[in-house]
């Protein structure tokens, strides 16, 4: 089925960037919409970012808009997230998802998707 590993993350000073990516294998990765969503501890799992299948119609949660850029290479099988500016409440664990979309939905909560990453650890220190 498919598969999805995240890699990129680590430790990164306020002010600093870092970029996200997630390996797609199993199934034809240009049959879904991908989605970046991130869980800090003792938090819920929350929506980050998302694009299409084609790679068009990307979309923000308001905390990363303007900060952070997703990206897809379809030949490539991989998604990324650009993540500029870093503060310290962007610090969690980053998660990528895949959602089939068989039909047009929601795609901000964790239950629109049907498979997801082990997730990277991202931490920012001040």
């Known amino acids: 089925q498919v598969q999805l590993v995240e890699s990129g993350g680590g430790l990164v000073q306020a002010g600093g960037s870092l970029r996200l990516s997630c390996a797609f294998s199993?199934?034809?990765?240009?049959?879904?919409?991908m989605g970046w969503f991130r869980q800090a501890p003792g938090k819920e799992r929350v929506f980050v970012s998302r694009?299409?299948?084609?790679?068009?119609?990307?979309d923000y949660a308001g905390s990363v808009k303007g900060r952070f850029t997703i990206s897809r290479d379809n030949a490539k099988g991989t998604v990324y997230l650009q993540m500029n500016s870093l503060r310290p409440e962007d610090t969690a664990v980053y998660y990528c998802?895949?959602?089939?979309?068989?039909?047009?939905?929601?795609?901000?909560?964790?239950?629109?998707?049907?498979?997801w990453g082990q997730g990277t650890q991202v931490t920012v220190s001040s």
């Open positions: 694009i299409s299948r084609g790679g068009g119609d990307p």
């Open positions: 199993g199934r034809t990765f240009s049959s879904y919409d």
């Open positions: 998802a895949a959602d089939r979309a068989l039909y047009t939905g929601s795609y901000t909560r964790a239950s629109d998707y049907d498979y």
